[in-house]
């Protein structure tokens, strides 16, 4: 009787996963846009949840000890407690500061005044953009910090969606953004309610690298700024994630290579990540979208982690995405 139900439960992985001793996806559930950290003694994902504009009122999250067993943290922030999010809550990005965690989030898909999807009838069209919630813990729950967006308005042409924060060794902390091909860079105040203007008076520069579409992450290693992105169409298996490197954490970025793209043996349209290296062991790694294979909706996205390697010039490796995920790599105290 035993090794009938051990049988059924490994052929019940099977169909769900493709193997039974898969690690990836994290979870079953539909997430996208995932943004990973470590706080404390866990590490944490923040995406977005997977569905139809009009559902995409709520975030989760996931924490887990040793990057292979996660727990799910229902609802740490959601529309109700935003008043001006409406609809298509994205890429949840948060990061520690003075003892509180700062959630920054995208919210309505703002539309630009006379594009194409902009409906001057409706106002849900009119507003939007980039916004910030704080809480006392990393798994909220989440207020929202000003009552409106920190970021509502286009600047050179970027949507103020998919934001990523990061602080420098100097202690600066910059936000980069941007959808619709664009990307831009500001720096943040010291409470991250607004930006400081850079040299010239602007408070954002366009730091856009040739084949962007939107998806930011920035990351330093050894002395190396390296920025990364995804292109292609997010809607299917053109999707993708490119990289440039730099000595300055505003650019100029020149596209080196594709790191991470559709494997037809696994799953297509990867993209939209967020790249860790373990406080413990100095490994480093990718957290992402992918589309399982068969895909039957535009929303069936799963997030993943696999390793991010490093040649000995400092170039990123291609990521082989894997179901199996990564060792476990536990956090010490």
Known sequence: MLRRITTCVALSLVATFGTAVAKNPIDPGWYADPEVAVFGDRYWIYPTTSAKYDEQVYFDAFSSPDLVNWTKHKRILTADDITWARRAMWAPCCVER??????????????????????????????????????????????????????????????????????????????????????????LNDDFTGFEPFDDGQLFHEITPRGYVEGPVMFKRDGRYYFMWSQGGWTNGTYHVAYAMSDSPTGPFKRVATVLESDKNIATGAGHHSVLRSPTSGNWYIVYHRRPIPNKDRDHRVTCVDKLEFNDDGMIQTVKMTFEGVSPDPIQD
Do not use: M, S
Request: proline content about 8%.
């Open 98 to 187: 003075d003892g509180k965690y700062y959630l920054f989030f995208a919210a309505n898909d703002l539309q630009r005044p006379g594009g194409p999807l902009y409906d001057k009838d409706n106002p849900n069209n009119h507003t939007g953009g980039i916004g910030v919630a704080v809480a006392d813990r990393p798994e909220g729950p989440f207020k929202d910090l000003l009552g409106k967006p920190l970021i509502a308005e286009f600047h050179h042409d970027a949507q103020p969606i998919d934001q990523c924060v990061f602080q420098d060794d100097d202690g600066a902390w910059y936000l980069y953004y941007g959808g619709w091909g664009h990307c831009n860079v500001g720096r």
